[in-house]
C-alpha cells in the first residue's frame, strides 16, 4: 500500500513512447489493459508507463479496455489510484471501459467477491460521470457500472462494446442480449474478466477459476455465469459479435479460442495477463498490454503484446499473432 501512497502524485508525470500502432481509413486500433492489481503493491511506476504512453499516444489508438482486478485488496486507496490513472486517459480524450474482477468486489478490502458487493468500484468509478462521456450507451441497472456498455466509431464502422462483471447473473446476460439484438448494425466487443482458461477452453465444469467457486456464486438467489453461460446464453445468439477480451487466469495467463456463433460468424476470444503468479511475471506484468488493430482493408486482426516499460514488444509468438481472412461484411449482413 505505501508504494501506491509513495508515487501517487507522479502519475500526473508522463514521458512518450513511440508505437506502430496507427488509426485511419478501415483500421480500428484497440489497447487491452490486463490484471492490473499487482502493480499497486509492487511497482506503480510500471503501470505509470502504461498510462504516459497510453496517453502519448493517444491520436493512434481508438479505444481502451480494462480487462478487471483493475485493485489487488479492493481498498479505497487503490481505488483513489486507479481513478486519477483513469481521469488522465480520459483527459486524453480516449475512449475507456473498465469492468470488476473477483478482487474488485467483496464485502470490505481484501475479501475476493466473498459476496456481491461493487460499492467500492462504484463510489470512485461512478455512473454519474460516465454518463457524461459522448460514448456512453448504458447501464444494465440503471445505477452502477456493474454491467454496460459503450458505443462509438472508428475505422469506418461502429463499435459497440459490452462490459460485464467477474460472474455476470442471469438478468445482467439478459440485459445484454437485448442490447446486441437492437443494434445489429455494430460490431460487437466482449470485455469482461473470468471467460477464458490457458489451455483455450472456457471456464466451465469443476474449474476453480469460475465465479461460482467464489462466495458470488453460493449466494442464494443469485446467479452466476462463467465463460460457458456467457458463451451459451449471450455471445453464440448474435451474428455481429466478433471478439471477447478476458483477463483473471494465471499460469501461463494467455489463450487464444476461436468459436462459431449460430449464426456462422467466427468469434475471436483471447484470455491475457501478466501480473504476478503468472509464467515469468515480473514487476507486477512488466508494463505488458496488447495492442489488437482490426484492419477491414486486409481483412486481418492483428494482436500484438507490447510493454511500455521494456519499450519492446513481447519476444513469444503467443503473444504476437494474426487472425487472417477476416470477413468484417459478414457480421454486419
Known amino acids: ?13 508522463g514521458g512518450a513512447f513511440l ?20 502493480y499497486l503493491e ?3 511506476e510500471v503501470f505509470e508507463s502504461q498510462v504516459d504512453w497510453l496517453v502519448a499516444n493517444r491520436k493512434k489508438i481508438d479505444a481502451v479496455f480494462q480487462v478487471g482486478d483493475l485493485t489487488q485488496d479492493n481498498s479505497p486507496v487503490e481505488w483513489a489510484y486507479m481513478q486519477k490513472a483513469f481521469h488522465r486517459i480520459s483527459q ?17 478490502p481484501g475479501k475476493f467477491s466473498d459476496m456481491h458487493n461493487t ?7 461512478p455512473l454519474s460521470d ?32 459490452l462490459n460485464l462483471e467477474f460472474g455476470p ?29 490457458c489451455d483455450s477452453t472456457l471456464h466451465d ?9 467464489y462466495g458470488i456464486g453460493k449466494e442464494f438467489g443469485r446467479t452466476v455465469n462463467d465463460g460457458a453461460g456467457i458463451w451459451k446464453k449471450l455471445l453464440f445468439r448474435h451474428r455481429n459479435v466478433i471478439a471477447v477480451f478476458c483477463g483473471h487466469v494465471l499460469k501461463s495467463g494467455v489463450g487464444t479460442l476461436v468459436s462459431i456463433g449460430k449464426e456462422g460468424n467466427k468469434v475471436y476470444q483471447m484470455l491475457a495477463n501478466y501480473q504476478r503468479g503468472v509464467e515469468g511475471s515480473r514487476l507486477g506484468g512488466e508494463g505488458y498490454l496488447r495492442i489488437v488493430t482490426f484492419n477491414r482493408k486486409t481483412r486481418e486482426i492483428d494482436v500484438k503484446t507490447y510493454s511500455t516499460w521494456n519499450k519492446a514488444y513481447h519476444p513469444s509468438e503467443h503473444h504476437n499473432f494474426k487472425f487472417r481472412e477476416v470477413d468484417f461484411d459478414e457480421y454486419l449482413r
Open 1 to 13: 500500500m505505501m508504494r501506491i501512497l509513495s508515487v501517487i502524485g507522479a502519475l500526473f508525470l
Open 19 to 38: 508505437t506502430s500502432c496507427t488509426t485511419s481509413g478501415r483500421v480500428s486500433t484497440f489497447v487491452v489493459l490486463p490484471d492490473t492489481q499487482t
Open 42 to 44: 509492487q511497482c506503480p
Open 92 to 108: 486524453a480524450r480516449i475512449p475507456y471501459s473498465v469492468v470488476w474482477g473477483n478482487h474488485d468486489i467483496g464485502s470490505k
Open 119 to 125: 460499492a467500492m468500484a462504484n463510489k470512485y468509478f
Open 130 to 161: 460516465y454518463m457524461q462521456k459522448s460514448y456512453w450507451g448504458g447501464s444494465a441497472d440503471g445505477k452502477t457500472l456493474d454491467n454496460y456498455y459503450i458505443n462509438f466509431r472508428s475505422g469506418d464502422t461502429d463499435w459497440l462494446v
Open 169 to 197: 447473473s442471469d438478468e445482467a446476460l439478459q440485459w445484454a442480449d437485448s442490447i446486441v439484438g437492437i443494434h445489429p448494425d455494430k460490431l460487437v466487443i466482449l470485455n469482461t474478466h473470468a471467460y477464458l482458461y
Open 205 to 213: 465444469g469443476k474449474d476453480w477459476w469460475r465465479p461460482q467457486g
